[in-house]
């Protein structure tokens, strides 16, 4: 089975300060990694997912996040943080094949002005 | 990119009633689709997966009776709480995943439910 341990609950910063949310994983075979971001009251959007290849991963609204095997870590970073970016953040994973996510508890992130 | 509709998005009912909510998937046809559910201030927890045209298989503590399954179409997943009671009262958010497809799954906007 595969498990997410998401370190941090909660993530004040400041706008326009660097941000790094961690993500660690758990699994006995490859997975595909995922972050999402989910609004209040909303579903989620995918904000980047690592498959293979290269293991620093560009997504949307400049985040990235890099893939360390040895670490078992996919940490999502974001060098310059706005308002905007206040939400929780999900990292998943799954196995290869048609399976379903498992999620991290999810960190929200404060974005304070 | 694709999309996923839930409805409705919230929905308030009676306790003792049964809540129908549907799920589409409006420009790509899904073969899977799951079902999930989320306490305030938590994580996704796994309700279901859905494959069209056969069974739901349900995770471990998810009474199937009570959270009847439909995925009659490539296009349609229903998830009915049937003879809700406030403890139901919570957020389910669906995903589908495109057929053939073997990486990516999109969410629809989520529905709450709150039974009085």
């Known amino acids: 089975a595969q498990s997410v341990t998401q370190l941090d609950s909660q993530v004040p910063v400041f706008e326009e300060a660097p941000v790094e949310l961690r993500c660690n994983y758990s699994s006995s075979v490859s997975v595909y990694l995922f972050w999402y971001v989910q609004y209040p009251n909303q579903g989620l959007q995918l904000l980047l997912k690592?498959?293979?290849?290269?293991?620093l991963v560009k997504g949307i609204n400049g985040f990235e996040a890099e893939f360390n095997k040895s670490q078992t870590s996919f940490h999502l970073r974001k060098p310059s943080v706005h308002i905007s970016d206040t939400a929780e953040y999900f990292c998943?994973?799954?196995?290869?094949?048609?399976?379903?996510?498992?999620f991290g508890k999810g960190t929200r992130l404060s974005v304070i002005a | 990119g694709a999309v996923v509709s839930q409805h409705p998005s919230r929905v308030i009912c009676k306790s003792g009633t049964s809540v129908k909510i549907e799920c589409r998937s409006l420009d790509f046809q899904a073969t899977t689709m799951f079902w999930y559910r989320q306490f305030p201030k938590q994580s996704l927890m796994l309700m279901a997966t859905s494959n069209e045209g056969s069974k739901a298989t349900y995770e471990q503590g998810v009474e199937k009776d009570k959270f009847l399954i439909n995925h009659a179409s490539l296009t349609l997943s229903t998830l009915t709480v049937t003879s809700a009671h406030p403890e139901d009262s919570s957020f389910y958010i669906c995903?589908?995943?495109?057929?053939?497809?073997?990486?990516?799954?999109?969410f629809g906007q989520g529905t709450r439910l709150t039974v009085v």
């Open positions: 998943a994973v799954r196995r290869l094949g048609n399976t379903p996510l498992v």
């Open positions: 690592y498959l293979s290849g290269s293991t």
């Open positions: 995903s589908a995943r495109r057929e053939g497809s073997n990486t990516e799954a999109f």
